[in-house]
């Protein structure tokens, strides 16, 4: 079906746009047929009407012979032979209204004057076919590209999408791993606190099971993630392990990927805390900024302690998601800043 008829808002405006052309028609049929106002008026106006619709039909042609430079001459041959039969038609539409007209004594001399101004009805004709043709081609060539920017955006998020399940199946058990690993190294020496060290590893991963699954979860979930991951080691590293947060009520709301900040909590804790005797402070920092969050881990730091296995994963971890998840809108920067090692996140606050 014409799309102008499944969008009756179209059809509206395209003939709005005939009421001018209809005027241009019966100018011409007083100028070459000498036409009065009245008989002028009479004819153009269901003339203008009738052309209106049958020049709809080029849209079929514009489906039926798209623009290719390997057919150009057929499909113009074919447009024009299209554009002269139209305007035939139009021209004996008009001479039957005419005829019909020449019924009443008012009209009885208009099918002779609308003789004279046929030859410029006819072109007219032409030219008004061609022009709707040429806009119906605007259109399909619009829609067309409107078509391939939504597939292109679909594609994008299926891939996107598909990039973030990948990495979010990698940090699970990469963070299984570590966890146990934490456990491990307790059960010999204090079994005890081995136990509730699995006893708030389960309530963690309970929580998490559920939020692995989202897309996005709001960023106050995602610190209170953070904090249940840091309670199962502070039953490991006990007084050496200090934590500092400081979050900013208006930042709560952004939407993040779950476990977003789980790599660089546990980086944190793996390269800065566990390394030192006297542990140290890891600090959490959410601020907002207009419409702008911005998120800061940062843990103690010796500048020149050798690079444990393993450095790098987490970050480039959070780096490609950040990446996937919000384009050149979001941020990922690590750095060493005198003693301590700061990674932060910026994105968007809009939720």
């Not at 590893?201 to 979930?221: C, K, Q, V």
């Not at 050798?306 to 690590?334: D, H, I, Q």
Request: include cysteine.
């Amino acid at each position: 079906m014409h799309p102008f008829f499944t969008q009756p808002g179209r059809l509206g405006v395209y003939l709005l746009g005939w009421i001018p052309l209809t005027a241009i028609l019966g100018g011409l049929l007083m100028l070459a047929g000498g036409l009065s106002l009245l008989e002028a008026a009479a004819l153009a106006a269901p003339l203008g009407l009738l052309y209106a619709f049958l020049c709809l039909s080029s849209w079929y042609l514009c489906r039926a012979f798209p623009v290719d430079s390997a057919r150009l001459l057929a499909t113009a041959s074919a447009l024009a032979v299209a554009s002269l039969v139209a305007a035939s038609l139009w021209l004996l539409s008009g001479t039957t209204l005419a005829w019909v007209l020449a019924l009443l004594p008012v009209f009885e001399t208009l099918p002779d004057r609308l003789a004279h101004a046929g030859p410029v009805v006819f072109l007219l004709g032409v030219l008004l076919y061609l022009l709707v043709l040429a806009m119906h081609y605007v259109l399909e060539a619009a829609e067309a590209a409107r078509s391939q920017e939504r597939r292109a955006a679909e594609l994008r998020t299926m891939a996107r999408e598909a990039e973030l399940q990948a990495l979010r199946e990698r940090l699970n058990p990469h963070f299984l791993f570590n966890s146990l690993n934490s456990i491990a190294a307790l059960v010999a020496v204090r079994p005890e606190e081995a136990r509730s060290m699995c006893a708030l590893l389960s309530d963690f991963l309970r929580t998490t099971l559920g939020m692995s699954e989202r897309a996005s979860i709001p960023l106050f979930e995602e610190l209170a993630l953070a904090h249940r991951y840091l309670a199962v080691e502070r039953v490991r590293f006990g007084d050496r392990l200090t934590v500092a947060e400081d979050f900013d009520p208006a930042a709560d709301g952004a939407l993040v990927p779950p476990l977003l900040l789980q790599p660089l909590v546990e980086n944190a804790v793996k390269h800065g805390i566990a390394g030192r005797l006297e542990g140290g402070t890891l600090t959490i920092v959410t601020k907002r900024f207009g419409d702008r969050v911005t998120i800061v881990v940062e843990n103690p730091a010796d500048a020149n302690a050798p690079k444990k296995e393993g450095t790098g994963l987490g970050l480039a971890n959070v780096a490609r998601r950040v990446e996937a998840s919000w384009g050149a809108a979001g941020r990922f920067a690590a750095s060493r800043i005198d003693s301590r090692f700061r990674a932060e996140i910026e994105l968007p606050a809009g939720l």
